[in-house]
C-alpha cells in the first residue's frame, strides 16, 4: 500500500491549529486532497463549525493524491504528542495502511504511530448566510473584547453600522463595551452594507478566539442580524481556519 508523506515546517504552529480544532471536535478527519490539507467538523451540539484550509504550499512535503485520502484523528491523543514538540521542530505525518506516523524533526527525530480513526459523518455544505457586516482587525483585540464581556456575562453582543462595530456584554455583574470605528488604526477593512445586531454564546467564542489569535494576527469578523458569526483567521504559512457559531435567539 502507498504511503503518503506531509511535512510541515513550524510543528508549534502545526499544534496550535490543532489545538484550535480540538476547541469544537474530539474526532474529525484531515482531507488530503491534490491542492492541500482541509478539514471541516461540527461540534456535537451543532452549534458551531471549524473549517481549515492548508494549501499544499504550506507545506514542505506533500504527497501526490489522485482522489481525497481522509486522515482520521483523535485530537485528544494528537496534542498529548505534540505537546512534546520542540523549538524549531517540523512535523511530519506519514499515513500508510490505516496508520498515522507523526515525526517530530529536530535534533533528533521521535515519532508515535496512531490508528488513523473511522470517523462518522455528513458532508458538511458551507453554511449558505448573506453577510451584511464585515470588519477585518487586529485578533487580540477581538480576543480581549471576548475576555471582557466573560467577566461580566455568558453572551456577547455585535453590534455594526456604518460608523463602527461595537461589542458589547451585559448583566446584573456590570457592563462591557468595546468600540472599533471604521478609521481606527486597527480596523484593516469595513464594510457595513446594513446595520446588523446579533448575540453569540461567550462559552465557544472564548476559547476560539483565545487559542485561534495565538498563530493569527488576523480575523476577518462577519455576521448579520440574528443569523451566525463567522470569523476567519489568516494561517502565517497560508491558508486559513474559520470558525461558524450560531446565533442565540430570544
Do not use: C, H, W
Amino acid at each position: 500500500m502507498a504511503k503518503y508523506i506531509l511535512t510541515y515546517l513550524d510543528a508549534k504552529e502545526f499544534a496550535y491549529i490543532v489545538d484550535s480544532i480540538s476547541v469544537l471536535v474530539e474526532e474529525a478527519s484531515f482531507v488530503v486532497r491534490s491542492d492541500g490539507l482541509f478539514l471541516r467538523a461540527l461540534d456535537s451540539s451543532r452549534t458551531a463549525m471549524v473549517d481549515l484550509s492548508l494549501p499544499k504550499e504550506a507545506f514542505e512535503e506533500f504527497p501526490e493524491v489522485e482522489q481525497e485520502l481522509k486522515i482520521g484523528m483523535n485530537f485528544k491523543d494528537l496534542k498529548k504528542i505534540l505537546r512534546r514538540i520542540k523549538k524549531g521542530d517540523k512535523i511530519s505525518m506519514e499515513v500508510e495502511e490505516g496508520r498515522v506516523r507523526i515525526k517530530l524533526v529536530g535534533k533528533s527525530v521521535r515519532s508515535v504511530t496512531l490508528p488513523s480513526v473511522e470517523v462518522v459523518g455528513e458532508e458538511l455544505p458551507t453554511p449558505k448566510v448573506v453577510y451584511t457586516a464585515m470588519v477585518k482587525t487586529a485578533s487580540d483585540i477581538l480576543a480581549t473584547a471576548v475576555k471582557d464581556a466573560d467577566a461580566v456575562a455568558d453572551e456577547v453582543k455585535f453590534e455594526a453600522n456604518e460608523e463602527a462595530l461595537v461589542i458589547g456584554a451585559s448583566s446584573d455583574k456590570g457592563e462591557v463595551e468595546v468600540r472599533l470605528d471604521r478609521n481606527s488604526e486597527l480596523v484593516y477593512e469595513f464594510d457595513v452594507k446594513e446595520p446588523a445586531s446579533a448575540r453569540y454564546s461567550l462559552e465557544y467564542l472564548l476559547d476560539i478566539v483565545g487559542r485561534t489569535s495565538r498563530i493569527s494576527d488576523i480575523v476577518t469578523i462577519e455576521f448579520a442580524t440574528a443569523k451566525p458569526l463567522l470569523l476567519t483567521f489568516d494561517i502565517p504559512a497560508g491558508g486559513k481556519i474559520s470558525y461558524f457559531l450560531a446565533p442565540r435567539v430570544e
